[in-house]
């Protein structure tokens, strides 16, 4: 059975640092890229960060680049998301999802929430 | 960036009823390989998304074919032949031809 597991959310300051994880197993993590996608409170998706599948290529939307960093340990079948100089505008729940060789997400996780309030 | 409009933002249904969810794009999804990455997923209420359906027509392993995908270029439409309970989410198209990734902005779909 293939499972994605977040961890490492929670209730942060603004302008603070949290570092997210992502466990998978049930599939060749290795084989894949990796996605963070986040989800405003009562708000739609937003794609944020991917990396290929060999730490090759890592690609960041505008609005999380230069604060956010993905990352991968394929030996540890981890996905890693470093979120520094956090804004409240952050706060959503964090999903990650592979990406398949057809462009599509069909592994998810369950998700992790990150406030950012003071 | 590339955007997907979605319509209706709403849809109200019966069970039984078939229904249908219009996304267009701002620009054309068809890329040079052939290829057109334009995938639907259903979010059902405190659940992750899950893929329905990828590269416009292709039903993910799973899903039921009362769901299917058609279009090209800029003009995708999802269809439920006949919705059932279960079906009530909100719907969103997404689409990686052109970086970055964007999603629609969802159809929630309820049951009458």
């Known amino acids: 059975e293939v499972q994605l597991v977040e961890s490492g959310g929670g209730l942060v300051q603004p302008g603070s640092s949290l570092k997210l994880s992502c466990v998978a197993s049930g599939f060749t993590f290795s084989n894949y890229g990796m996605n963070w996608i986040r989800q405003a409170p009562k708000k739609g998706l937003e794609w944020i960060a991917l990396?290929?599948?060999?730490?090759?290529?890592?690609y960041y939307a505008d609005s999380v680049k230069g604060r956010f960093t993905i990352s991968r340990d394929n030996s540890k079948n981890t996905l890693y998301l470093e979120m520094n100089s956090l804004r409240s505008e952050d706060t959503a729940m964090y999903y990650c999802?592979?990406?398949?060789?057809?462009?599509?997400?069909?592994?998810w996780g369950q998700g992790v929430m990150v406030t950012v309030s003071s | 960036d590339v955007v997907l409009t979605q319509t209706p933002p709403t849809l109200s249904a019966t069970i039984g009823q078939s229904v249908s969810i219009s996304c267009r794009s701002s620009q054309s999804l068809l890329h040079s390989n052939g290829n057109t990455y334009l995938n639907w997923l259903l979010q059902r209420p405190g659940q992750p998304p899950q893929l329905l359906i990828y590269l416009v027509s292709r039903l993910e392993s799973g899903v039921p074919n009362r769901f299917s995908g058609s279009g090209s270029g800029t003009d995708f439409t999802l269809k439920i032949s006949g919705v059932e309970a279960e079906d009530l989410g909100v719907y969103y198209c997404?689409?990686?031809?052109?970086?970055?990734?964007?999603f629609g902005s969802g159809t929630k779909l309820e049951i009458k």
């Open positions: 990396i290929y599948y060999d730490s090759s290529n890592k």
């Open positions: 999802a592979n990406y398949n060789n057809y462009g599509a997400f069909d592994y």
């Open positions: 997404v689409q990686s031809t052109h970086a970055p990734l964007t």
